[in-house]
């Protein structure tokens, strides 16, 4: 079956280390994003990208990096520079150039600070 | 900028009844998509249903009907016959319909949760 696959399920990060976020999705989809989620927040726009090597800045994203070198592919490096990062984080994708088309989210990732 | 506001943090329906989920959005755009998703305990999103701003006509998805109007920016859920496994947090979210930047980014509003009692 096609989807989007998130990995880990759970993260644990030390003060001052980098952690990247896993999202691999098979649905042919060109678009991806990541959301952050905290509670009474909703979900807020962190990165997206709509093709391949190219990828644009959300709402929030500070302290936060992406890369885009595969199309199934969107991994998400929280840095030592985002300074809270406790929450939940869930990748989408969708298909490019359809905006009614909706967006298929992942099982997300739950990061902690240890 | 877009903003969606979900008034309802928390809302309680029981079983087999009907409950509706308000929603408002404000934006200049004439052109955009409007969504429900939910989010069960499990925490995966799922689009429960999605509306053209273009239709005049409300979607509609087996339960699930939506009130659209456009002049009032209001977009509210309406469940029917209420199951268990309705309950969840449900976001209502806004995206742009056209091709330039910032499109196909949604707006989420802070959710509703609701929960369905036997």
């Known amino acids: 079956d096609g989807g989007i696959t998130q990995s880990p399920k759970y993260l644990f990060r030390k003060e001052g280390q980098n952690v990247t976020l896993s999202c691999e999705q098979n649905?042919?989809?060109?678009?991806m994003y990541w959301y952050r989620q905290d509670p009474g927040q909703g979900l807020r726009l962190i990165y997206y990208s709509q093709i391949v090597n190219d990828f644009q800045k959300g709402d929030i994203a500070e302290g936060y990096s992406v890369s885009r070198e595969k199309k199934e592919s969107f991994p998400l490096t929280v840095t030592s520079a985002q300074k809270n990062p406790t929450a939940f984080y869930l990748c989408a994708s969708s298909i490019r150039g359809a905006s009614n088309q909706p967006q298929h989210f992942g099982d997300g990732t739950r990061l902690s600070i240890l | 900028a877009q903003t969606v506001t979900q008034s309802q943090p928390e809302m309680s329906v029981q079983e087999a009844e009907t409950v509706t989920l308000s929603c408002t959005y404000d934006?200049?755009?004439?052109?955009?998509?409007l969504f429900w998703y939910k989010q069960p305990p499990s925490r995966q999103m799922i689009l429960v249903i999605r509306?053209?701003?273009?239709?005049?006509q409300n979607a509609t998805e087996n339960r699930f009907s939506v009130n659209f109007q456009k002049a009032a920016k209001s977009f509210s859920l309406k469940i029917s016959d209420s199951q268990l496994g309705d309950t969840a947090m449900y976001f209502c979210?806004?995206?742009?319909?056209?091709?330039?930047?910032?499109?196909?980014?949604?707006?989420f509003g802070k959710g509703t949760k609701l929960s369905v009692i036997p």
């Open positions: 649905l042919n989809h060109d678009a």
């Open positions: 979210a806004f995206m742009k319909g056209y091709s330039g930047a910032g499109s196909y980014q949604l707006t």
């Open positions: 934006t200049s755009e004439s052109n955009y998509y």
């Open positions: 509306q053209e701003a273009y239709k005049q």
